[in-house]
T-cell receptor
Framework: GIQVEQSPPDLILQEGANSTLRCNFS?????LQWFHQNPWGQLINLFYIPSGTKQNGRLSATTVATERYSLLYISSSQTTDSGVYFCAVDPVVSNQFYFGTGTSLTVIP | NAGVTQTPKFRVLKTGQSMTLLCAQD?????MYWYRQDPGMGLRLIHYSVGEGTTAKGEVPDGYNVSRLKKQNFLLGLESAAPSQTSVYFC???????????FGSGTRLTVV
């Protein structure tokens, strides 16, 4: 099956810092999503981004499908950004999403 | 607008017992999904449904059954629980297959 690798696995930031999270995938995909799981376990959809760039406030995402990667940018990080960030991909030969193992982000004041 | 609601939120089962997890959505979404989340393994798809009366297997379907008798509800059943099914279970829904997911708040299941 498709391999979905996220890096870095863990990240600690000072409040106000910027960061880039990466998602690499091994096969062609139809779709890609980014999620944030907060410390209480709730999963929130951040972006649905099969290709191109999208922005939502301090967060933005870019997917380069031809090169099989996506990036999530977090600017001016806040303590509420802490949690685990997952990317999930929908391979061309499948009709279900496969999740990466996530990047655990801790933002310290 | 409640979104996706999962019940129960917590449950402890003994090995061999059965139970049903309920997922309800009020967004009129066609697609619904059941995932399990285990430490260090991300989320894995158990079963999914592309509409009322339909179900399909995901990545890890063994030991689980599902039903989608009504569009708004997706039930996940464990017929004979095993310790390996200790996990956090998430339900999600989407308008259709190329739209983003909305997740429920999860059910923490422990099988002893």
């Amino acid at each position: 099956g498709i391999q979905v690798e996220q890096s870095p696995p863990d990240l600690i930031l000072q409040e106000g810092a910027n960061s880039t999270l990466r998602c690499n995938f091994s096969d062609s995909v139809n779709n890609l999503q980014w999620f944030h799981q907060n410390p209480w376990g709730q999963l929130i959809n951040l972006f649905y981004i099969p290709s191109g760039t999208k922005q939502n406030g301090r967060l933005s995402a870019t997917t380069v499908a031809t090169e099989r990667y996506s990036l999530l940018y977090i600017s001016s990080s806040q303590t509420t950004d802490s949690g685990v960030y997952f990317c999930a991909v929908d391979p061309v030969v499948s009709n279900q999403f496969y999740f990466g193992t996530g990047t655990s982000l801790t933002v310290i004041p | 607008n409640a979104g996706v609601t999962q019940t129960p939120k917590f449950r402890v089962l003994k090995t061999g017992q059965s139970m049903t997890l309920l997922c309800a959505q009020d967004m009129n979404h066609e697609y619904m999904y059941w995932y399990r989340q285990d430490p260090g393994m991300g989320l894995r798809l158990i079963h999914y449904s592309v509409g009322e009366g339909t179900t399909a297997k995901g990545e890890v379907p063994d030991g689980y059954n599902v039903s989608r008798l009504k569009k708004q509800n997706f039930l996940l059943g464990l017929e004979s629980a095993a310790p390996s099914q200790t996990s956090v279970y998430f339900c999600a829904s989407s308008m259709r297959d190329n739209y983003g997911y909305t997740f429920g708040s999860g059910t923490r299941l422990t099988v002893v």
